[in-house]
């Protein structure tokens, strides 16, 4: 859920990036750098005699991030887990991980990694969705309701993860210098649809069980009639090493 180049979500990924304060020298680590949309701006960032290094798991997104940097120097792509970073420790500045720990198997196994290969005084962005705060309007409000518990407990892996990001952070030795939260609107339901999965998600939630078809059906069918409204929080946190 949520696609990254979404219009709706751009505005976090900025004050992220520039809240991290990348300088001109140093290393930077993107952990679940997908197709490496981030990458180019830390590069930029860190310059001629710095280093960006993106981590990810995934094949396809490691093929498409090398094929995105093909032209920065500066940018080395490595497979490897978050649960364990291909990473010597104590070696990064700057350090970010955005919308993955939702879907990590131990978000505090993965900040756990970010305190070991992180240097002293590093700065570390942390950005998570909290999708039990996700609201869809309609005027079938159980369902909404029905469609919000059901991606909370059974489409993400941990779908409060931003709401307790700040606390995972310390308890994994960091310094927490700034908590701030976004609320993407969607007043768009074809944007809407293809950010948060809406026609995926009822189907599958009708599917399993948790919403009834026809209700379900009806309910897909009245977002796209009128106006179109959807929100939901998204949390980030700015801690040091």
């Known amino acids: 859920m949520l696609r990254a ?21 140093q290393t930077a680590l993107d952990v679940g750098c ?14 001629v005699s710095g280093t960006v290094i993106g981590v990810d798991r995934d094949p396809a997104m490691l093929t498409e991030a ?10 080395e792509i490595r497979k490897g887990d978050a649960h364990s970073l ?24 993965v900040l756990a990694q970010l305190h070991l290969v992180t240097r002293p005084g590093a700065r570390v ?6 999708w039990d705060t996700l609201i869809v309007d309609a005027e079938d409000l159980d369902t909404s309701r029905a469609f919000t518990r059901y991606t ?7 779908a409060t993860i931003g709401r ?6 310390e308890q994994a030795g960091f310094t927490v210098e700034a908590v701030t939260v976004t609320t993407p609107v969607f007043l768009d339901f074809q944007d809407a649809d293809r950010t948060l999965g ?12 948790h919403i009834g078809e026809e209700r379900g059906r009806r309910w897909f069918a009245s977002l796209s009639e009128g106006t179109f409204f959807a929100s939901f929080a998204l949390v980030s946190v700015i801690c040091s090493r």
């Open 152 to 158: 909370t407990s059974e489409v993400v892996r941990h």
């Open 5 to 25: 180049a979404a219009g709706a979500g751009r505005g976090y990924k900025r004050e992220l990036m520039d809240r991290l304060d990348v300088q001109a020298g």
């Open 66 to 75: 090398r094929r995105r940097t093909s032209d920065l120097s500066a940018v």
């Open 34 to 47: 997908g197709p490496g949309t981030d990458l180019p701006a830390l590069a930029e960032r860190v310059g």
């Open 164 to 169: 307790s990001l700040a606390r995972h952070a």
């Open 198 to 209: 809406l026609g995926r998600n009822t189907q599958q939630a009708i599917q399993d069980g």
């Open 86 to 109: 291909p990473v010597a420790p104590g070696t990064v500045d700057r350090a970010k991980t955005d919308r993955v720990l939702m879907h990590v198997a131990e978000p505090t196994d």
């Open 125 to 130: 962005g942390l950005a998570e969705p909290d």
